[in-house]
């Protein structure tokens, strides 16, 4: 509703006091530069009042760490506030032009109160006259504001992406690094502490079998604090440095990773490792010597899996499998050590013992044809990721020269190239296995024969990978059968299992 001229209001009363509202806002450039701050306006705002014989009966301010949103907030409360209050305010006070408004929008909605609820707003520092000029004069200092305003912007955008396009951080830099000044430039390095637990809690994550949780309990447990105020990593957090690609060398800009000059706390194996493990289930069985799909459960057919436990009080780690069906009504409660296992899984080797020296080598070598199968199959898998890998770094040349041609935005070249790092080294990881078992296959089903038959005590030592190759060759898969596993053993090792075996004869075979 529109409010009635000044008639009805007694503007000129000396024995009432003159009522207005204030807006003080500055930012931290602004502060640098022109050596002001809200402190000086809210000084300046009072003592324009009480020359005025008035009073502010409302301030708002808007300090140097308001975000635009929150800017925008301020002053549309603000102009609600006049529309509702008009007929008992005198006006609303400005420290300057622009600080009433930073675009022209803002602008016309304070010249609307003051045409349409006789709500008049005054610059303190730079006053005009009430007249066709003075106004003139009001609004080639808004336009004046409002265009340093876009062209600002502009600027900023336009030194943030020239950061970018250096490497460098556009923000502040994450957990981990830190922003320093080298010759008045900005630029970020390693953080001596936060960086070595930030490559420590990737490390745990990977190789480890941990989960969320469990990977804050072990760093709590082992003293690494997330700071000095808060001793304990938050989970959120956690899980968001283990996704940001800071980490591998690459900075964010407008949604888009690029690559980076600043030094990677994480390489891309273990990078790639733990972002396979985050799309994983809570208790990531693939990691633990026996889940991931090897044993079933008898009562139920469903998988067994396993979980890592930490005890608070001696801070030693255990592993423990039970059915992913354990609280499922009426399943039997079963849950396994895996150090009980291992003692089956001993005591099925030691069935496999074979005593004769003849029969052992024309077992290896019964065993090193069969893995000359798997090799060839390596090598043809190896052979076709070379191919696409050729394949994708001309993908990659093309990409580069359709950038360089305009043919595609800059925002389109960032997302594609980002897709063809994570493929290349994607294929880079598929090659180094191919190539690793092209040279190792052979060997490991050798150590695995030679386990079950004189090495023992190396099982219970060996690490993750190994047992689990161990079993792959070795086994088919695994039935829990409450406490006892039943194993189904590939050929020929089924011969041993079985105790059938025919040792007379080498020309026989098994």
């Not at 390489?267 to 972002?275: A, E, L």
């Not at 496999?352 to 069969?370: C, K, N, Y």
């Amino acid at each position: 509703m529109k409010k009635p001229k000044s008639n009805n209001k007694p503007k000129t009363s000396t024995q009432k006091k003159k009522r207005f509202i204030a807006l003080a806002r500055v930012s931290s450039r602004e502060q640098e530069r022109e050596g002001f701050s809200l402190d000086i306006q809210v000084d300046a705002l009072n003592a324009y009042a009480e020359r005025q014989n008035g009073t502010i009966i409302k301030l708002w301010r808007i300090a140097e760490t308001a975000s635009k949103t929150d800017e925008r907030k301020t002053f549309k409360e603000l102009i609600a506030y006049a529309k509702k209050h008009a007929i008992e305010l005198d006006g609303i006070l400005f420290y300057k032009v622009d600080r009433a408004a930073r675009n022209l929008f803002d602008y016309v909605e304070l010249e609307r109160l003051e045409s349409e609820f006789d709500v008049p707003f005054f610059s303190v520092t730079q006053p005009t006259e009430n007249t066709p000029a003075g106004r003139m004069q009001r609004r080639m200092l808004a336009s004046m504001a409002s265009f340093y305003t876009e062209q600002q912007s502009i600027d900023v955008k336009g030194g943030v992406k020239r950061r970018v396009e250096e490497g460098l951080f556009p923000q502040k830099a994450p957990y981990g690094y830190r922003n320093i000044r080298v010759e008045k430039r900005g630029l970020v390095e390693v953080h001596p502490v936060n960086g070595t637990k930030v490559t420590k809690l990737f490390d745990l994550y990977a190789y480890h079998h941990l989960t969320l949780d469990s990977l804050q309990e072990r760093l709590y447990q082992e003293g690494i604090p997330y700071s000095d105020s808060v001793p304990r990593f938050p989970r959120s957090k956690l899980y968001a440095i283990l996704r940001d690609r800071s980490y591998i060398g690459e900075v964010k800009y407008q949604g888009q990773w690029h690559p980076g000059t600043h030094k990677a706390l994480v390489d891309r194996v273990t990078w790639d490792t733990v972002q396979v493990l985050l799309g994983e289930k809570v208790y990531r069985s693939h990691e633990l010597t026996y889940a991931g799909g090897l044993i079933k459960c008898k009562h139920c057919n469903a998988i067994v899996t396993g979980e890592s436990v930490v005890k608070k009080t001696t801070g030693k780690e255990y592993v423990y499998y039970r059915c992913s069906q354990y609280n499922a009504p009426g399943h039997p409660r079963v849950r396994l050590n895996e150090e009980k296992i291992d003692l089956q899984m001993l005591a099925i080797f030691d069935k496999m013992r074979i005593e004769s020296d003849d029969v052992r080598e024309w077992f290896a070598a019964q065993l090193r044809v069969r893995t000359q199968y798997e090799q060839d199959d390596a090598r043809l898998k190896a052979e076709e990721i070379q191919r696409q890998l050729s394949l994708l770094r001309q993908q990659k040349n093309q990409l580069l020269n359709m950038r360089l041609n305009e043919e595609i935005d800059a925002d389109g070249y960032a997302a594609k190239a980002t897709e063809h790092r994570d493929r290349e080294a994607n294929f880079k990881l598929k090659l180094n296995a191919c190539d690793l078992g092209l040279d190792e296959n052979a060997e490991i089903a050798i150590k695995a024969f030679e386990l079950s038959q004189n090495l023992r005590g190396k099982w219970l030592t060996a690490d993750y990978p190994v047992k689990r190759r161990y079993l792959e060759i070795v086994f088919l898969n695994f039935v829990l059968d409450d406490v006892t596993l039943v194993p189904t053993t590939r050929k020929p090792f089924d011969v041993l299992a079985e105790g059938l075996l025919i040792s007379s004869s080498r020309a026989g075979g098994i």
